[in-house]
């Protein structure tokens, strides 16, 4: 009985690093923060990289739901360079998605997320993973309509349109909203409302989509001090 219930020493950092993620997740950071300090430290005392590098990933996505940003951005880059080493390209790319949200959303640094996100195309590549290929190359795209680099813009749009993967409703809409932005900073707010009036027809919209499709027109209305199509 003593050895159902008690897991092998070598599977406690993997137990307490998932264990680390939940609480996180459920606002319990004391407790993730030990749980997580003490799932890295007897992963490093074990001789197994690969079980390493899921522990630091795993501690990276608990790091980042509790908004320690600066732990979650030095472990998962740790572990996208152990998963590189051992061959584990998707957990690598995965890892790598975490690194560039951070430098987006955190440290609002533009040229530091396109790099992360182009490193992951790369490691997907290698894993010959299409979904994280083009999920990579969708985020650099909407970089490049944040950031107002066009030629990255147009570049990356032919890039996505030519591929030959089923696109995803998601994806489709990703494209309009980054479209209506590139359209809107150019001035051509015409075009900008069409694009967005388009994907209102198309079935599967969401309502959160169509909230922020009706927002975004609505700015596009006030911008032409049409206050009435605003409201």
Not at 58 to 71: H, I, K, P, Q, W
Not at 72 to 89: D, P
Not at 147 to 173: C, G, K, V
């Amino acid at each position: 009985m003593e050895a159902i219930h008690s897991p092998p020493t070598s599977l406690l950092p993997a137990i307490r690093a998932a264990e680390a993620t939940i609480h996180a997740v459920r606002g319990g950071h004391v407790t993730s923060r030990s749980l997580s300090r003490k799932a890295i430290l007897g992963a490093r005392k074990l001789d197994a990289p690969n079980s390493l590098a899921h522990v630091l990933s795993r501690c990276s996505l608990a790091a980042y739901y509790r908004g320690d940003y600066v732990d979650a951005r030095e472990l998962a880059l740790e572990s996208a360079h152990l998963f590189e080493c051992n061959a584990g390209y998707v957990s690598a790319a995965r890892c790598l998605s975490i690194t560039a949200a951070i430098a987006h959303d955190w440290n609002g640094d533009g040229a530091l997320a396109r790099a992360h996100y182009c490193r992951m195309t790369a490691v997907a590549e290698k894993a010959g993973h299409a979904g994280l290929v083009r999920l990579s190359i969708l985020a650099r795209f909407n970089l490049a309509a944040e950031m107002f680099d066009t030629a990255e813009y147009a570049s990356l749009r032919i890039l996505l349109t030519s591929r030959p993967l089923a696109q995803q409703h998601q994806e489709n809409f990703a494209l309009t909203i980054a479209d209506a932005l590139g359209s809107g900073w150019s001035g051509n707010f015409t075009g900008a409302d069409a694009a967005l009036a388009g994907h209102l027809t198309l079935p599967g919209v969401s309502q959160s989509q169509r909230a922020l499709i009706e927002a975004l027109r609505s700015l596009i209305e006030a911008s032409r001090w049409d206050l009435d199509a605003a409201r």
